[in-house]
């Protein structure tokens, strides 16, 4: 499976192609994968410390 339909695969190795069903991220460095998995918390921590100056 490609990102891409217009790019043959047959020369790919099959451990470097992207699986169906996987999540996958931008440059996939562990900082993003960190990000993207912690966000949720971060948010409702800035919502908690913020909400009452904000009056949200």
């Not at 699986?19 to 912690?38: D, L």
Request: proline share 5%.
């Amino acid at each position: 499976m490609s990102a891409r339909n217009d790019i043959p695969t047959e020369d790919v190795n099959p451990e470097n192609m992207r699986k169906a069903g996987e999540r996958y991220f931008v440059a996939a460095n562990s900082m993003e994968k960190w990000i993207m998995n912690e966000h949720n918390k971060y948010v409702q921590l800035a919502k908690e410390i913020f909400g009452p100056v904000t009056g949200r």
